[in-house]
C-alpha cells in the first residue's frame, strides 16, 4: 500500500513542510488552512493535536496549543474536522501530538480513524522510539500509519542508525539542541551538523526543524536534507494576518 | 510481589521515560551512571557527611505521648520539620547536588510549587558555589512571597513562569524545556519522585534515609525493627517514598498514604489523585494523573501548595493498584485544623502538607500495642500566613 508521504519524497527534492495548531486561531479554521496551504503549493503538512503541557515547544506553540484548547478543540472533534478532507487534499497529511491525549482516546482507535481520514503519518514527540518499537509498531503497520522520529545534534551515531533502521516516512531533524522557535539563521555548529548527518547516507530521507522562519534557512535546510519544517513563524503569520493570507506566507519562504 | 523499581524503570506498569528525543542524551547520561555514582564510597561518605553536619540528621523518632494516649496506640513523629531549610527536601537535593558535580555539571535548574524544593535547591547551590535557576509558576511567586525572597537571599534567580496555569505543573514544564536548551552544562534537580526514570528511583534512594533512621531507631526504642503502619502524605510522594522505603516488601508493615482532596474530592477543587486520576503520562512518567477525559492535565487544587501536583509519582501509582499502600484524601478544614491540634497536643507546628497526614487519626481505629510512625515532613514556618488567615490568628 502507497504511502504519500514516500510519493511526495520521490518526485519533490525541496520539501516544505508547514505545521499549525489545529483550532487556532478559530476552532474551525483547521480544513481552511489545509486548503489554503495546499493551493500555496506546500509539499507537507502537519497538524498539530492541542496539548495542556507540550514540553519540546517554544512560546509560540505553547500560546496556540492552550489558545485552540480554550476555543474548545478536543481529539473527537479534530477527527470530526477532518472527516471527508481527502475529498479536496492531496498532500500528505501528518498529526503531531503528545502521547498522553492519544493514549486516553485508546491508541487503537486513533490509529482507525487516522487510517479512515486518510493520515499518512505521525509524529508524537514524547513516545521514545524503543517504547514505539517493542509495543506500537505493529499497530501502526496494522493501519498503514507512519511515525516520524526526531534525532538532534546531540544523537549519538548508533542511536541515528538504529532510529534509520526502523524509520519510515522521514526522519525529522531537530536544527539545535532546542525547543521549537524562531532564529534567523543557521549558526557553523548547526551547519556541520547538517554536514555530518549528510554524509551518513541514511536510508529515511531528512527533513530539518525547528528555528526555520525565512527563506535563508529554508534554503540551507534543503542543501543539506530533502526538507525543511516550519511551525511557530507560519502560527505568527496566522494570528497577524488571517488564514486566507497564506499564500503570502510561503512565497516568502520560496 | 516486588514493589522496587525494575531494570527496565518501571514499578509495574508505572513509570518509564516517556521524553523528548532532545531530552534523550541527559535522561540516558544519568540512567547510566546514578547508581554507580551512588554506591560509590566516596559519594556516601561525602552524602553521609553533609547528611549529619549539614542536614542535622539523624532527626529524631519522637514518641508523641499525649496523641498516644488520646488515640490508643503508639504513636511516633519522624521529624523531617528539623532538617536544614525546614522539610525533607533538602535530602534529594544535597543528594543530586553531588551527583551533579561528578557528572560535571555547573549549572543547576529547579521547579518549585510552595518554593520549599526551590530553597531546599538554592541552599546547596550556595553550599557548593553552583549557579542555579528556580522555575516557579507567576502565581506561586505571588502566593509564596517569604520563600521567592528565601532563594534570592541564598543567591538563586528565579524565574517567573507565565505559561499554562502558571504554578508547579507549568514550572516543571519550563525547567524541562530549559534543560533541553542546556543540555551539556547543566543538572535537572526534580523536587519528587515524579519525572522520568532514573529521577523517581533516584530521589526515592536520596529520601531511603529516613526509612533506614526509622529502622535503627525503633529497634532501640521498642525492640523491633519495624512498625504496624506508616504513615505520610502525598503530593508527588517523596517523602513517603524516603518513610515507605527499606519497607516496601516488607508485608508485616502496613502502609497509608494520604492525599489533599482539597475542598472534597467531588468539588472540582481537589488534588487527590488515586480517587480522580487516570492513567497517562505527565512530565515523562506513566502514572496516575488528573485530566480530562481528552487527555488534558488539570490544574489540581489544595490549601497546600506542596500538595497540589496533578500527578503522582509512579512507586506510588503502583502502591495503590497493588493495594499495597491504603490511600486516603483529607480535606483542607481537617488538615487545618490538625495543624492546630499537633501544636497545641505535641508543641510542634506543621506544615499544612504534614498535617494532612496526622488526620488519618479521625478516620482509622488502632489497637493499643501498634506501633504507628508518622513521618512530620515539614514544619509550619512557611504557613504561618495561611494560619493567621484561616484562624484569624
Redesign the interface.
Known sequence: MKNRIDEVFKNEKKILSIYFSAGHPNLDDTVSVLKNLQKSGVDMIEIGLP??????D??TI?KSS?KA?KNGM???KLFKQLEGVREEIDVPLIIMG????????GIDNFCKRCKLIGIDGLII?????N?YHENYMALFNKYGLYNM????P???VE?IRYIDKISNGFIYM?SN???TGMKNTFDETQIKYFKRIKSMNLNTPTIIGFGISNTETYNSSVKYSNGAIIGSAFIKFLEEKGVEKTNEFVKSIR | MNYNINKKGYYGYFGGAFIPEMLYPNIAELRENYLKITNDSAFKKEFDELLKSYVGRPTPLFFAKRLSKKYNAKIYLKREDLCHTGAHKVNNTIGQIILAKRLGKNRIIAETGAGQHGVATATVCALMGVECVVYMGELDIKRQAPNVARMKMLGAAVSPVTSGSKTLKDATNEAIRDWINNPLDTHYIIGSVVGPHPYPDMVARFQSVISEEVKSQLKELEGRNYPDYLIACVGGGSNAAGLYYHYLNDVRVKMIAVEAAGKGIKSGKSAATSALGKEGIIHGSKTLLMQTADGQITEPYSISAGLDYPGVGPMHAHLFLTKRAEFISIADQEAMNWGLTLSQMEGIIPAIETAHAFAVLDIKKFKPDEIIVFNCSGRGDKDLETFINYFQL
Open positions: 496539548f495542556s503541557d507540550p514540553l519540546a517554544g512560546p505553547q492552550s484548547l478536543t481529539t473527537e503528545y502521547f498522553n491525549p492519544m493514549m486516553q482516546y514527540p514524547d513516545l521514545p522510539v517504547v522520529f526526531l534525532i538532534t546531540q544523537t549519538s542511536r531537530v539542541t532546542s525547543i
